[in-house]
């Protein structure tokens, strides 16, 4: 059967065979399933035939290094390693060449010398060839190839700066350019890294621009008869005659002096008139009053039978037209009816004038004096309203608000000095009504107000809002504002013709002149009455100093009345607060905390009582002496109303 070749119909199923195992996979060692090995016996119980390696062998395999296995380790780069893009950045060599190009089908020349210019970028071994621009040559030059790594050969390899040199041949994308010569920088590169440079070569002469140079000399031009427009062009392109003007329009009504450009082309003799824009002039922006176009001296100089109906006005209807001899500093120039005043020029055109026409050029002075703007006067002041709100309908067409002194405000804020007057009326029954004069530091307003009276004929309440009020028998215009310092005891404050005597003050207008020494001296008529009505010393006290009032002996009610009073004149109503802060303080609920505390959460609640008073209750709450004070009482002593 084994002879039989391995055909359709020549195999034949083994009757003998009993056996009909399939290979597996893995095989189970120790209780763990392992890949099964590969079956050393192959077809018909006969060995595989494998490569088996002798002791020697595979004591010489153990005794090799790793090397001839995994190869030699990849060496570490230097530490002073510097990258291409960094080392050559900005580094480019210049090397100057030139191609041929083949000029078909005419008769002056058959091929063109084209000069280029070759950059080779050391950063990134690119290359860019770029041909210099020749203005008006009428061919298609700047860049021919994009900067890019230039094939060499069909190996693949590319064009190195070893391969470069002078005096020879290169050839990208089947285009060859012969390099002449390169630059400084370019020579002593390729020096210091040993390349040997060739003796640069003349750049040929094109032919074509030879035999123009030859002709013209054997040729001699006859000058036109009339003026040759196209040497007109090629001269006196982008040549411009500037003249600083001012159309004088003063005998109209409303008219003024408006400032101008003109300008004149001499690349055809046309003009142009630009207006001088100025800030906030009150003018549409359109800068161009007169377009180019060639101006023509007398506009209705033409022929009467001319159709000016239907057709427009040009070179044949028109021989006079403006030319630069017709400009001149000083000199009234009419264009379609409008006075030019021509004052000044630039730098060019004086040079022009100078060297073609023989003439110099001046300026003249056109400023004008300005007016001078009448002066704003205040109206007098009419006594409606603050004098700082109406001062604003004079200053600006929309009132704004007057500024105020945010820093007095907010250093002064909930300050006020609170007085007690009566009215001095020539009435008797105005003479006991008693008044409650508020002054509020921190903007210098003053309100009163009238305490209710049962059964006395008057109604009380508010008598007058908060304003500045001003002295009497004072200047309208610098008015002077009742101040803390007039209002001392026996003291006449007129209010809008009201007059009201000072009787007294609460405490804290005494503690605020004392604190105030700067404003308020001791010698002050305010402080030393005062003083006198609150029985204090009469002695010079300490700047900033506050006032300590001694308390003198007594019983608990007497301190008790006494703390309230001052409370009541302050009219204190945050016993909320303080108790919210004593029950915070009193963790266990006990509903005693020490003293101490008590005296640092009065002083954090801003309790306005003095501290002489503030410990003598506080120690007559102590009545155990340990320290502990029921603050539920505490605060039943604080209540006044």
């Not at 070759?118 to 203005?135: A, G, K, N």
């Not at 230039?150 to 190195?160: A, F, I, N, T, V």
């Not at 700066?161 to 390099?179: A, E, P």
Request: proline share 7%; charged share 25%.
């Amino acid at each position: 059967m084994s002879s039989l070749p391995f055909l359709p119909g020549n195999s034949f199923t083994d009757p003998t065979k009993t056996k009909f195992h399939l290979c597996h996979s893995l095989n189970y060692k120790n209780g763990y399933s392992v890949p099964a090995a590969y079956p050393t016996v192959g077809i018909g119980g006969e060995p595989l035939k494998v490569n088996q390696l002798s002791e020697a062998e595979l004591d010489s395999l153990a005794n090799q290094k790793p090397t001839l296995t995994y190869g030699q380790a990849q060496p570490q780069p230097p530490e002073d390693f510097i990258p291409a893009h960094k080392a050559f950045d900005k580094k480019v060599l210049m090397f100057k060449a030139y191609y041929k190009q083949t000029v078909h089908e005419s008769p002056n020349e058959h091929y063109r010398i084209r000069p280029v210019n070759i950059y080779y970028y050391l950063e990134d071994d690119s290359i860019s060839v770029v041909e210099p621009v020749v203005e008006n040559s009428g061919m298609p030059q700047g860049k021919l190839i994009k900067r890019q790594r230039l094939p060499k050969d069909d190996q693949g390899s590319h064009w190195h700066w070893k391969d470069l040199n002078m005096s020879m041949n290169v050839t990208f994308y089947g285009k060859v350019f012969h390099i002449v010569d390169c630059d400084r920088f370019t020579q002593d590169y390729l020096e210091s890294e040993g390349i040997e440079l060739n003796g640069p070569s003349s750049m040929p002469a094109d032919p074509y621009n030879h035999h123009r140079v030859e002709s013209a000399k054997l040729q001699m031009f006859k000058t036109p008869s009339d003026f040759d427009k196209l040497k007109q062009f090629l001269t006196m392109d982008r040549k411009v005659l500037r003249f600083y003007c001012v159309w004088d329009d003063r005998d109209q009504m409303f008219g003024e002096m408006r400032p101008f450009v003109l300008h004149y082309y001499l690349v055809d003799d046309t003009v142009e008139v630009r207006e001088v824009r100025t800030p906030n002039s009150g003018r549409d922006p359109f800068p161009v009053l007169i377009g180019r176009h060639k101006l023509p001296k007398n506009r209705d100089n033409v022929e009467s039978s001319f159709p000016a109906v239907v057709m427009e006005l040009s070179e044949h209807e028109i021989k006079d037209w403006f030319t630069p001899a017709d400009l001149d500093i000083g000199k009234t120039v009419y264009v379609y009816g409008r006075r030019f005043l021509l004052y000044d020029c630039d730098d060019f055109t004086r040079a022009y004038y100078a060297h073609r026409l023989g003439r110099g050029m001046g300026s003249v002075d056109v400023n004008q004096p300005h007016p001078e703007l009448p002066k704003m006067e205040i109206p007098p002041y009419n006594g409606f309203g603050s004098m700082e709100d109406s001062m604003q309908n004079c200053l600006s067409l929309i009132p704004q608000p007057p500024k105020k002194d945010y820093i007095k405000m907010m250093e002064n804020d909930h300050k006020i000095l609170r007085f007690e007057a009566t009215m001095d009326s020539v009435h008797p029954e105005d003479n006991n009504r008693r008044f409650i004069i508020s002054y509020r530091l921190s903007d210098d307003m003053i309100s009163i107000y009238e305490p209710p009276v049962r059964n006395s004929g008057i109604i009380g309440g508010k008598f007058l809002e908060a304003t500045r009020i001003t002295k009497p028998d004072c200047d309208p215009e610098n008015p002077e504002f009742y101040t803390p310092a007039d209002f001392a005891i026996g003291n006449i404050i007129v209010v809008f013709k009201h007059r009201f005597q000072i009787t007294d003050a609460d405490e804290y207008v005494l503690r605020y002149m004392e604190a105030h020494a700067d404003t308020f001296p001791p010698q002050s008529q305010a402080l030393q009455s005062f003083r006198a009505r609150h029985g204090r010393q009469t002695e010079d006290v300490v700047k900033n100093t506050p006032v300590q009032i001694q308390r003198t002996g007594g019983d608990l009610s007497d301190l008790v009345q006494e703390v309230r009073f001052q409370l009541q004149k302050d009219n204190y109503m945050n016993h909320s607060s303080l108790r919210e802060a004593f029950l915070w303080y009193d963790k266990d609920r006990s509903g005693k905390i020490d003293k101490s505390e008590v005296r640092n959460l009065c002083r954090r609640c801003n309790l306005p009582v003095d501290d002489d008073l503030l410990d003598a209750l506080i120690a007559e709450c102590d009545h155990n002496k340990d320290g502990q004070i029921d603050y539920f009482e505490f605060i039943k002593f604080l209540n006044w109303s």
